[in-house]
Structure formats: C-alpha cells, structure tokens
C-alpha cells in the first residue's frame, strides 16, 4: 500500500512539475522582448561547438531559445515542488499508512 501510494504522490508531483513549467514559460513568453543577446550567443556557440558550424534556421533559433526557457522553468518548478512534496509528505501523508 505505501509503495502504491509513493508511486501515485510521485506522478502527481511530476505532472505538477511539468504543468507549473508550461504556465511559467507561458508567462514569460507574454512579455513584449525580444530574445537576450547571451540566449542568441550560447544558442550559437552551442551549435557551433558540438555541430561543427552548421548554424540553423534564424527562425529555429526562437524555437530553440523555448525550450532552454522551459528547461530553466521545469528546474525551478521542479525544485520547489520537490521541497514542498516532501514536506507534505513527511507531515501528512505518511501518517495516514503507518
């Protein structure tokens, strides 16, 4: 029964994570700006150091430049679910199956 229940808290605060991750990039993506300089500059750099200089679209750049934003939100998402899952956890839920 405990083990059923760590599976079932842990999918939730996954699905919890990635939810919390696509709201905030979500967010940030409504502000009017445009692309950071150094976002452009390690997009490049990245792409010429492990591709050998094949630079992509510019229009894949933006693309790109989503999914490091989204990488950045899942990992702060992430990181505060995770202190405040298992918190909860040791507080409530684990009371309940002893």
Request: charged share 10%; proline share 4%; aromatic share 18%.
């Amino acid at each position: 029964m405990k083990r059923l229940a760590v599976v079932i808290w842990s999918v939730f605060c996954v699905a919890l994570a990635i939810t919390g991750a696509y709201y905030l990039t979500a967010l940030y993506l409504t502000m009017p700006t445009d692309m950071p300089y150094w976002v452009d500059m390690a997009i490049r750099f990245g792409f010429s150091f492990f591709l050998n200089n094949n630079m992509p679209d510019p229009d894949d750049m933006g693309v790109i430049a989503l999914l490091i934003y989204f990488s950045i939100s899942m990992a702060i998402s992430g990181a505060m679910i995770g202190v405040v899952g298992i918190f909860l956890w040791r507080r409530t839920i684990s009371f309940f199956l002893r």
